[in-house]
């Protein structure tokens, strides 16, 4: 049995509307993800709230393969999901592939 095919992909964007080195905001019925273009045009997703104080992190500054709360400046890796030392939590990740240069996420 395949894995592969018994996921659902949903399309969502195409890259180019990923701000370089930025993030953008997607809803899906209630679930609201933060996406984020990478240097190197990688494509990483995250649940779009901080763990400390709901912050938006599709507003936040991607360094490397975090991402810094706009709020009160918690980094989060865009790998893991986790919040970086000193500080703790974590969010939700998405999984994510790129074809024919539209995004797709898995929900």
């Known amino acids: 049995m395949n894995p592969e095919?018994?996921?659902?992909?949903h399309s969502i964007c195409q890259v180019e509307e990923i701000?370089?080195?930025?993030?953008?905001?997607i809803r899906a019925g209630?679930?609201?993800?933060?996406?984020f273009r990478?240097?190197?045009?990688?494509i990483m997703a995250v649940e779009n709230?901080?763990?400390?104080?709901?912050g938006p992190l599709a507003e936040g500054i991607v360094s490397g393969d975090?991402?810094?709360c706009p709020l009160h400046a918690r980094k989060i890796s865009l790998e893991?999901?986790?919040?970086?030392?000193?500080?703790?939590?974590c969010v939700k990740t998405y999984a994510?592939?790129?074809?024919?240069?539209?995004?797709?996420?898995?929900?």
């Open 5 to 9: 095919a018994e996921t659902v992909w």
């Open 80 to 89: 893991s999901g986790k919040v970086l030392p000193p500080d703790s939590g």
């Open 66 to 68: 975090t991402v810094i």
């Open 96 to 107: 994510v592939k790129v074809k024919d240069g539209r995004v797709l996420l898995q929900l």
């Open 49 to 54: 709230r901080c763990p400390h104080k709901q």
């Open 30 to 35: 209630e679930v609201e993800v933060a996406v």
């Open 38 to 42: 990478l240097s190197g045009g990688r």
């Open 19 to 25: 701000p370089s080195l930025g993030g953008r905001t």
